[in-house]
Structure formats: C-alpha cells, structure tokens
C-alpha cells in the first residue's frame, strides 16, 4: 500500500502547495499549503532574497516533515515561471538542495499548460461534454495568464500571456501612484495586452464556456468562492467589479476578507477578469480551485499505470503539434503520409532501437511539424524548423523534450550523423543518440514520400539478410522514392548499421 503513496511539492507565486496521492485510485489523502510571496518578490525585484530562500526552505522542510509522518518515501518538487524567473533561481534550486535535500524540478510553460488541462479534464464535472461544445481554460498566476482551448471534444490549443496580476502591479506602480484615472489606464493596458493576443489566436475564439482558475484568483478572499468547480453568474460579478473599482483599500479588505498582503493584486486581477469575460464574451463562466499540483498528480498515477486516469494526456501534445502544423500551412497529404509511415518504421524496428512509448510521441510530434519551415524559407526550412518549434509552446513536452524534437525536426533532411551526435551542445549523450535514432527513422519515412503524391498504399518492412528492405504496394513507379531513399538511407546505415533497401509491388 505505501509504495502506491506518493507525494507532491509546488513552488508558485502565492506560496508552495503539496499533496499525498493514492496514485492507484488517485484519492487525495492530504493537502496544503504555505504562503510564501515568492511571486511579488520576484516580479519587483527580479531575485530571491535571503530571506525568502529561508522562507522556501522552511516550507520544505516542514512538507518533507509531513512526508514522513504518512509513510511518504516517493515525492518530488516542482518549480515554476515565477522561481526559475529570479535571476538567481538556479543558485537557490542548489542551495535549497544542499539544506533541505529536495530537488526543484523545473516546468517549462507547456508543461505547466499540460498539467492545468489534466487537471481540468480529469476533475471538472462533466468536461467531455464542454469540450464538445468549446471551452476555453483561462489561468490566471501572478505572472501570466494561459489560455487552453477545447474544441470539438479535443484539445486544441494553448497560448501563455505575460499579464499576471503582479507584473501589472509591477509595470503599472508609478502610475498607480501618481495618475487620478489609474483604473481607465490599467483597463487600457490590459485591454491592449488583450486583443493583441486574440489576433494571434490559431483557431476561432467564440467559446460557449470559459473556466476561470489560478493562484491569483484564491488570494482574492470571499470575492471568489474555494470550488472545483462553481457558476460565475456574470450579473453579480459585473456589480463586483464596480464596487471594486471604486473602493479603498480599507473597504475592501474588510468586506471580503483579503490578506492585506494581497490588496494590491485585487483590482488588477479583478479587471483582467472583466475584460477577459468581456473580450471573448462565453455564454457561460465557471470558477475552479483546480491547480497544477491535480494535474501533476494525474501524471504521477498515469506513471505509475493508475486505471483511474480517463483520459489518455498524449492526445493534447499531438493536437498541439498539429495545431502548429496548420498555423504555418503545411501539406496536410505529404505530413499524414510521414507521419504514418514514421510510426510504422518505429514500430517494426523496435528491435533495433529500443526507445519506448515516449520516443515514438517525440517522433509523431517531429514528423508533425517537421515542414513547419518552410513557411520562411523552403532552402532552409530544417534551420527555420527548428527555431520555430524552440520559440513556440507545445503542450505536454519539457524543455528537454521540445530541444529533442527541434533537433530531429531540423535534422530529418541532410547533415552526416556526427553533426546531430557531436555538435549539438544543448543536449546530453543519451539524448543526442534519441535524436539520431529518430532522424534517421523520419529521413526514411520523408522519403517514402519524396514525390508528395503520396503513390505507396502500404509498406511492409524486413530486416533479413544483415540489411532493412521495405516492401511498397504501389500503382506507380517509384523511382524517385529509391533515388531518395539512397540519399538519405546513408545516415539510417551509419546510425542501426545496416543498408537500406526500397522494393515495389506494384498492385496494377
């Protein structure tokens, strides 16, 4: 029983959450949490003092203290934007090793819009039917606003916006001091941040429901109800935004109760709410207490092959590369055809490379977007992929993770194998070898399609005979393809060792 019980640590704006999981039927046996103001700190001075990395450390030592009174012997730690935002926030992960013994693990922003959306899919009452008809998650921390869409019963896009309550605080604080009309002035700001980022929206923005959560809307006191999941009715909360726009400080910490050391985050934060509700004008707004830490227990059960997960989290990474894939227009025929033909070499080659479940998603996902590029330069279109896909956000990667596939997705085209396993200095040994593996795999399956006129039905793959044969039911020639094939087949041979061969059964 207890090595089914599993422990959790996050490190957000507010202050450091933890949690102890069941992973096997994910029931949550205790919770909580410790108000730290790492956010404020960090957005006003960009550094964690001294004195807040003591704060931070006496948080983990009481957790890990927590830990241990339930039997915990698995748990881990998980950092931010916000604390891997300080400028000395690598020094403070070491120093808070070397005291406290946990290590901080870092998430990047697909991550954090990935463990969100689990959170959501896997608790939020009835979601498979608001997925049906578009929703759009809306996180609200200190430092950024993420915003999830779901469309047609799938995942469909995310996009982060650097508009967090403490950073308008922070790049609005003279104003506020100064300027009578300060709430027409920060409506604007935020109204400007706003429709600039909509334009930029990849798909329709029309959503039916919107889900209100983040670390920013629980410091808000009664003015926002603790629930996984309740109704924002739109009459009550537009007679709040009033009353908060027109009110001291004073008033407002009294009639709802806010930590004083929170008053500064209420307007902003209740104004960005008014104009997001105003912007993408839902039918219907719900509230949810919802963080991170459920979405990182959902994961950590998925991990351990919990039954109790209802939904399988690698849809959302592949809806999010195709998502980037339509974005920068590319040929749908050619990348389906790559696409499949990658996964049936990954596949039948299991034997020779020896990657599991995770490597074949890193490869559907490169072959995905692997012509992203193109949409710059079509000479350069592997350099231009690869920068593309290092600057966008794909949901459900770490930063390890995206690095691979950026460098198979540049790679997957020309270059000798030294250059992938030797001069690509970002990623480690064994890494460089995955990304060898797999540009090697999605070269042969570009090239299978090399006339983008997708003429092979099926392939059937051989590794007899010390050499790799791939069988083609075609109705054509295949000239072009074995042409190609030869080209590109001298990385496969330099990387599993063995010749490459393309055979047509033609079905005429």
């Known amino acids: 029983m207890a090595d089914t019980i599993h422990g959790l640590v996050v490190i957000e704006s507010q202050g450091i959450s933890f949690s102890i999981t069941d992973t096997k039927n994910l029931n949550q046996i205790e919770a909580g949490s410790y108000p730290v103001a790492i956010g404020e700190e960090v957005f006003s001075q960009h550094f964690l003092s001294a004195g807040m990395t003591a704060a931070i450390q006496d948080a983990l030592l009481a957790i890990k203290q927590s830990f241990a009174d339930y039997g915990v012997r698995n748990y881990e730690a998980y950092g931010g934007q916000t604390f891997f935002g300080a400028e000395n926030g690598e020094f403070v992960r070491d120093q808070l090793m070397n005291r406290t013994g946990v290590w901080v693990h870092r998430l990047a922003i697909p991550e954090e819009a990935y463990h969100r959306s689990s959170a959501v899919v896997q608790n939020f009452p009835h979601f498979d039917q608001l997925m049906q008809e578009g929703t759009v998650l809306v996180d609200i921390g200190g430092g950024t606003v993420e915003l999830i869409a779901f469309n ?90 009033r009353t908060v726009t027109h009110a001291s400080d004073q008033f407002l910490t009294k009639k709802y109760n806010i930590d004083p050391d929170f008053i500064e985050q209420v307007l902003p934060t209740i104004t960005l709410v008014h104009q997001l509700i105003r912007q993408l004008d839902p039918d219907a707004v719900s509230i949810s207490n919802l963080r991170i830490i459920d979405g990182l227990e959902v994961n950590t059960a998925l991990a351990a092959g919990s039954k109790a997960v209802k939904f399988d989290p690698t849809d959302e990474t592949i809806s999010s590369a195709l998502t980037l894939s339509n974005w920068y227009h590319v040929d749908e025929a050619h990348r389906d055809a790559t696409v499949t033909f990658a996964l049936q070499l990954f596949d039948r080659l299991h034997k020779l490379h020896g990657l599991g479940k995770r490597e074949r998603l890193l490869l559907q996902t490169a072959a995905l977007i692997t012509d992203i590029g193109s949409y710059i330069d079509t000479h350069q279109h592997g350099k231009n992929t690869e920068y593309i896909i290092l600057s966008s956000d794909i949901v459900g990667l770490s930063g390890r993770e995206q690095r691979i596939v950026a460098t198979i997705a540049r790679y997957h085209t020309s270059d000798i194998p030294q250059v992938v396993l030797s001069g690509q200095r970002n990623l480690r040994g064994s890494d460089r070898l995955v990304v060898a593996k797999l540009s090697a795999l999605l070269r042969v399956a570009d090239a299978l399609d090399a006339s983008r006129r997708q003429k092979i039905d099926a392939i059937a793959i051989s590794t007899r005979g010390e ?7 075609t109705h054509e020639s295949l000239e072009l393809e074995k042409w190609s094939l030869t080209q590109k087949g001298h990385f496969f041979e330099a990387v599993y060792g063995l010749p490459l061969k393309l055979k047509g059964r033609n079905t005429l």
């Open 152 to 241: 047609d019963g799938r995942f469909s896009f995310s996009r982060n916006l650097k508009l967090g309550p403490l950073r308008v605080v922070e790049a609005l604080k003279d104003v506020q001091r100064s300027a009578d009309n300060y709430v027409d002035i920060l409506r604007e700001f935020i109204d400007s941040r706003i429709l600039d980022f909509i334009r930029l929206l990849p798909e329709r923005h029309d959503y039916k429901h919107m889900i209100l959560m983040g670390s920013s809307l629980r410091s808000l006191g009664d003015i926002w109800p603790d629930k996984r999941a309740a109704e924002l009715k739109l009459d009550e909360f537009s007679d709040t935004y």
């Open 467 to 473: 050499k790799v044969t791939i069988t083609a039911t």
